[in-house]
């Protein structure tokens, strides 16, 4: 991060890319506001397709 608030426009590409991926904002923080990247990592890796990951 570079420390300054985000603009307008940083704030609707985010929303409009977490949209396109199927993922709110709220997917994002689980109830104690905390980033669950577990859940978000378990969604991403069941989208992609077998031969496409790397490991």
Do not use: F, W, Y
Request: charged letters at 25%; one cysteine or more; aromatic letters at 0%.
């Amino acid at each position: 991060m570079s420390g300054r608030p985000p603009e307008q426009a940083e704030i609707e590409a985010a929303r409009l890319l977490l949209s396109r991926m199927g993922v709110s904002p709220k997917d994002l923080v689980d109830s104690s506001g905390a980033m669950s990247q577990k859940n978000h990592t378990e969604e991403l890796t069941g989208s992609v397709i077998p031969g496409d990951r790397c490991c």
